[in-house]
Every structure is written in C-alpha cells, then in structure tokens.
C-alpha cells in the first residue's frame, strides 16, 4: 500500500509539473508572438516610408531632413571621430566581447541549438562586419561623398555579402540550411546594388526585421521557451523603437546623444542583456534542479 501510494503521488506531481511546463511555454508564445508582431509591423511601416520618400521626396511631416539626406543621423561628421567612425569602434569592442562570453559559455546547458542564443557567434561576426562598414562610410562623410552612389560597385558587393550578410542572414533564419541562406545572400546583395547608397541602411534594416521577425514567429509552438519571449522584447524592440527616433527626430534630438552610433549600441547591447540573461537564467534552472 506503501509503494502504491508513493507511486501515486510520485504521478500526480508528474502530471502536475507536466501542467506548470506547458502553461509557462504557453504564456512564452503568446509573450513572444506579440512582440515579434510589433516588430514585423513596425518594420514593415518603416519600409512604407522609406519607399514614399524614394519614389516622391522627404515626407517633412514626418521623417527628418537630416537623416533623409544619408539614411543614418550623422552627428559630429568633421570632428576628431563622427558617429560612423564610433559605430566601427563600439561594433568592434562588443563584438569581440561577444565572442569571448560565446566561447566561455559555449558548453553551458543555456546555449540550445536552433535558438537565439545559439546564434553569438554569427551575431559576433555579423557586428564586427557591420562594424568595419560603417568605418567606411565615416570616411566617405569627411570626403563629403556619401550618399552620392547609386548602388555598389562589384568589390562592395561581395564584401557585403561574405562578412555582413551571411552571417546576418544565417543568424536571422536560423533554421535554413547553409545552401538556402547562401542563394539567398545573392538575391540579398543583388537587389541591394540597385538601391541608392542613401537609402541601403533602410533597406538593410527592414531585411534583417521582417527575416528574423518571420523566421522566429513561424516556430512550432513546442519551441518557443522563454527565450522566445524575451529575444524580441531585449533586442527586436528597441531596436525598431531606436529606429523610428533615428529617422524622425535626429535634428531636434538623436544627433546630439550620438546619432546612429547609438543605434547600433541598441543592436549589440540588447543582444547582450539578452544573452547573459539567458545565462543567467540557465544558472538558477540548473541550481534548482540540483537543490
């Protein structure tokens, strides 16, 4: 009677935990799936824009001057560093930063394959890439050039393509094979050669949000843990909340604390809060199971 007893209860507390899992991954999607909504939306109104002013002017009423000029907010552009030349110094430092938590944490349980913390490596590169782009454009601002190509020349091309979109694109559709994400960095690139260079920060952002909003949504609903739900809400969001401030209000406000050097802070930042998070997070998962 003993044994059947503890057998029982031993079923009961299963079957209750089993309840408790599946009704904290449920409010995990949902949490999740709102997110990753007003983030598609948000990304898919900042393209509407965008297009209005490529296709009949700067809309005054409601995007910056300054910015439509570069499609970045360029602040300090003939001081000592201008905020191009910072977005290459902070995307280098906190990519390598990035990469050295990577390599620490590698083995934890946390770092799951398919999910977003398993992307830091590509997050890591993709930043340093991203990095030494903007390095570029500082210069160009000095030279009083950028802005004044109509798309990229064929060295531009592939460098674009083998250090900022592959990695970019293979860390957003995660659950593509390597040949798929290749085939579509080529599409990628070759419509990016036929954008104005003023407009390729928009039409790279909008690329990158729809991807990873689209590919993260579309998971099966088993495989939307917390992480699911606090990706988007750390990184995605305030990225889309950082863009909007950086195209509509760079005169008035965002060129003074840093222009577009502080968005691209909000990018890594957010994946670095998001990411030792997830550490965290695994740590006291892994100390309750032990206690």
């Known amino acids: ?15 209750e935990e089993s309840v408790t899992t599946t009704t904290k991954r449920n409010d995990f999607a949902q949490k999740g799936d709102l997110w990753f909504t007003v983030t598609i939306t948000s990304s898919i109104l900042y393209a509407c824009a965008v297009v209005f002013l490529a296709n009949h002017g700067n809309p ?13 907010c360029v602040s300090n552009p003939n001081g000592p560093v201008n905020s191009l030349e910072a977005c290459f110094y902070i995307d280098l430092i906190t990519g390598i930063a990035l990469l050295g938590l990577y390599f620490l944490w590698r083995k934890e349980p946390f770092m799951k394959n398919g999910t977003s913390t398993s992307k830091a490596p590509f997050m890591a590169l993709a930043t340093i890439g991203h990095g030494f782009a ?18 990229m020349g064929l060295i531009g091309a592939i460098f674009m393509g083998a250090l900022f979109w592959f990695p970019l ?27 104005p260079e003023h407009l390729g920060f928009s039409y790279t952002s909008t690329i990158l949000a729809l991807t990873s ?10 495989d939307k843990d ?23 209000s760079c005169s008035s406000f965002f ?18 809060v998001f990411y030792v998070d997830a550490y965290l997070n695994g740590k006291q998962l892994k100390s309750t199971k032990l206690a």
Request: charged share 15%.
């Open 169 to 195: 694109l293979k860390l957003t559709l995660s659950r593509l094979s390597t040949l798929l994400v290749v085939l579509l960095v080529i599409v990628t690139v070759v419509v990016q050669s036929m954008v």
């Open 60 to 72: 005054q009423f409601l995007l910056d001057k300054r910015w439509a000029e570069f499609g970045f």
């Open 255 to 272: 060129s003074s604390v840093g222009g577009h050097a502080i968005y691209d802070l909000c990018i890594i930042g957010g994946y670095l």
């Open 213 to 222: 909003g689209l590919n993260e949504i579309t998971r099966p609903r088993s």
């Open 1 to 15: 009677q003993t044994t059947a007893a503890a057998t029982t209860t031993t079923m009961v507390t299963s079957s």
């Open 134 to 151: 903007h390095l570029g454009q500082g210069g160009e601002i000095r030279q009083g050039t950028l802005g004044g190509k109509d798309g």
């Open 226 to 248: 917390r992480d699911y739900s606090t990706y988007p809400m750390l990184v995605d969001f305030p990225v889309a909340i950082c863009g909007w401030i950086e195209c509509t």
